[in-house]
């Protein structure tokens, strides 16, 4: 399977530099972008010193999608149309990982539903037919992915229209040290968004860090 190199755009942030070091970790070839390149790449720089070695590179959002295959999105959905737009024209043909959240603050404990019915849906309609967009990663707390020796004890729920592509990320689950199942249909991200703002609010109340979701009753 094709999943190299791996673009995570907005990837200076809690969740994106996380999966990052995860990703990297495991050797594989991780690029992190920003609207400013300085800025990815001094994350780059971090994660290659934490680990000891140069495997992940920093660059500007829309170069890092044209340089890769697979592209991940960890941005606010404050800024995730316009980073959209901004990387439209690189990612054609590509596998696209929607990790957005619709938030509202400072109401982010409730669940809101954007006029697209989720932000991977927006993603797909702005984005178009020859994206393979999937959602992911939206229930996975960033405090747990920064540090590679926790193992993460939460499934990842992941939507998509196109197999392939969701087999893509299931596999970048594995390698993240996560299991990844497969929930459906694109339409469904609905309710996997709508997870993050609950957990939200059961860390708030029940003071924990990394409150997360398991699917039971499976075999494996």
């Known amino acids: 399977m094709d999943i190299e190199p791996i673009a995570i755009l907005g990837g200076t942030g809690h969740e994106g530099s996380g999966l990052a070091l995860r ?5 594989l070839n991780v690029i992190i972008g920003s609207r400013q390149q300085e ?14 070695r140069d495997i992940v590179r920093g660059m500007e959002n829309r170069a890092a999608a044209a340089a890769a295959r697979t592209i991940v999105l960890t941005v606010p959905y404050s800024a995730h149309a316009a980073t959209l737009e901004h990387v439209k024209d690189a990612v054609q043909g590509k596998v696209f990982i929607d ?10 404990t409730r669940v809101w ?12 309609e702005i984005l178009g037919p020859d994206v393979r967009v999937v959602c992911a990663f939206q229930n996975i ?6 540090d590679p020796d926790h193992p993460i004890d939460c499934d990842v729920l992941v939507c998509g229209n196109d197999k392939t592509a969701k087999a893509v990320a299931i596999a970048l689950c594995e390698k993240a040290g996560m299991r990844g199942l497969d929930a459906g249909p ?3 991200a609905v309710v996997v968004e709508g997870l993050t703002p609950i957990l939200i609010g059961i ?10 979701i398991r699917i039971t009753g499976l075999n494996g």
Not at 23 to 27: Q, R, S, T
Not at 39 to 52: D, F, S
């Open 23 to 27: 990703w990297a970790a495991a050797g």
């Open 39 to 52: 800025k990815a790449e001094r994350a780059a720089a971090a994660i290659n010193e934490r680990l000891g």
């Open 99 to 108: 990790v957005t959240v619709p938030l509202r603050p400072p109401h982010v």
């Open 113 to 124: 539903i954007p006029d697209g019915g989720s932000a991977t849906q927006e993603a797909q």
């Open 141 to 146: 707390s960033a405090e747990h992915l920064k």
């Open 186 to 188: 694109l339409q469904n």
């Open 203 to 212: 860390n708030r109340r029940y003071k924990a860090k990394g409150a997360g």
